[in-house]
Structures are given as structure tokens and as C-alpha cells.
């Protein structure tokens, strides 16, 4: 399909930024609302970084998934997709976030708030979708670029609101002596994000009128849930 605009080539450099500016803008709102205590920009780029590397190491998981995946299916049909987007893809992307942000975050000494755990994972989350991105813009125009300015961006920095809650939670838990509740949450912000992200590649790929008005109402109930969850995060913020 041509993304391009009325059939003009845009200039490399505009296409790079369209693909960058919707995803730093979310990573300075996200950034501002840590209210308590900013968290070091060394981690941060560090994050944003790690993100980048999860998208190279989910492209590999994804290239032998879908390969197991032909042998025993036929491509397209309802289980075909049921298995490629929950475990495939979302399986793939989700965990390769929350391993490289466990690694880099849990034992942190800045990880002191419940609400840096939010800032963390939407920070790995929109470095995987910054470079996601570049390359879909760079493929397929200026138009590719406008509709994941309000999907596909805004639905990573979704899933990494979701991985980050619940991960906070654990947090919490660890520092009190729980770890049995600790392990517990920290599960939840794994399953949560595969299963948001593996529903809206499922209801993505429907092409039918159905299909997308589910697809649009999904993405505005997610977008939804996520900000509220920030908000109310962000305000009730304490150190632990």
C-alpha cells in the first residue's frame, strides 16, 4: 500500500520526524508526571535504549515463531492468528520489555516510588516504538506515520502503563517482606500487557466494518484506562 501523500515523495528527514516526535512527546508528558523525585536521564536513555534492543531480539523470536507457526497451520485462519498475535508477537515484544526492564530497574537505587515504575516501563515501551516506527514510516510514508501517531505509539506507551503499574505494585511488595505478592504482581505485569497488545493485533487485522469500529472502540477504552491509571498513579505517588 502507498502511504505517501498524493503520490509525493516526503524528504527522509520530515519522515524520520514524524516517526520520533509522537513518541517523545509521550516520553516528556510521562517524564512530568513523576512529581516526587525526577529520575536520573543516564537511566532514562538507557531505557529508551533498551527498548531499541528488544525490537532486534523480538524480530528473532518472531522470525522462528512464525516459522513453527506454518508448519502445523494454514496462514490467516482464526487459530493461525489467535497463536501469532498473543504468543508470536505480544508474548515476544511484552517479554523482551519486561526482561530488559527488570534487569536495568529492580534492584536501581532511584527505584524508590511506585510511580517510577510507570516511567520505566513507558520509557522501554516507546524506545521499542520510536525504532518500530522509524522503520514502518521509512517504508511507507508520511500517511503510515499519521495513523500510528494515534494507534500503534500510543498503544506501546498503553501496554507500557499497564507493565508499569502492576510493576510498581511488586515493588512495593518486595520492600515490605512480601514476595510471594511481589512475584505475584510482577506476573501480572507481564500477562497484562500480552494480553492488551496480542487483542489489539487481533482486532487490528479484521477487515470488516465490525472489525474496526471494535478496533476503534478497544484502542479509545485502552487509552483511556492507561491515562486514568497515570493520573491517578502519578497523584497518589508515595516513596516505598
Request: charged share 5%; no cysteine.
Given at each position: 500500500m502507498d502511504w505517501t501523500l498524493s503520490g509525493i515523495d516526503t524528504p527522509k528527514p520530515l519522515l524520520i520526524a514524524a516517526a520520533i516526535i509522537p513518541a517523545a512527546l509521550l516520553l516528556l508528558y510521562i517524564y512530568k508526571k513523576d512529581r516526587l523525585e525526577p529520575e536520573p536521564p543516564g537511566l532514562l536513555i538507557r531505557l529508551v535504549l533498551f527498548g531499541v534492543v528488544a525490537t532486534f531480539l523480538a524480530v528473532i523470536t518472531e522470525t522462528a515463531g512464525t516459522f513453527v507457526l506454518d508448519l502445523f497451520f494454514e496462514e490467516e485462519n482464526v487459530a493461525y492468528n489467535l497463536l501469532m498475535y498473543f504468543i508470536v508477537v505480544a508474548c515476544s515484544e511484552e517479554g523482551f520489555k519486561y526482561l530488559l526492564l527488570k534487569l536495568s530497574t529492580w534492584r536501581h537505587p532511584a527505584f524508590n516510588c511506585q510511580f517510577d515504575a510507570v516511567v520505566y516501563a513507558v520509557f522501554v515501551a516507546?524506545?521499542?516504538?520510536?525504532?518500530?516506527?522509524?522503520?514502518?514510516?521509512?517504508?511507507?510514508?508520511?500517511?503510515?506515520?499519521?495513523?500510528r501517531a494515534v494507534t500503534a505509539v500510543p498503544g506501546h506507551a498503553s501496554f507500557g502503563v499497564f507493565m508499569g503499574a502492576w510493576y510498581g505494585v511488586a515493588k512495593k511488595y518486595e520492600n515490605a517482606g512480601m514476595p510471594d505478592r511481589a512475584r505475584l504482581y510482577r506476573r501480572l505485569a507481564f500477562v497484562l500487557p500480552v494480553l492488551a497488545h496480542g487483542f489489539y493485533d487481533f482486532i487490528a487485522t479484521a477487515e470488516t466494518d465490525a472489525g474496526a469500529l471494535i478496533f476503534l472502540v478497544f484502542i479509545v477504552l485502552m487509552f483511556l484506562a492507561a491515562f486514568l491509571i497515570v493520573r491517578r498513579t502519578s497523584r497518589q505517588d508515595t516513596f516505598i
Open positions: 516507546l524506545g521499542f516504538a520510536l525504532w518500530e516506527n522509524v522503520g514502518y514510516v521509512l517504508m511507507y510514508g508520511f500517511g503510515t506515520a499519521l495513523i
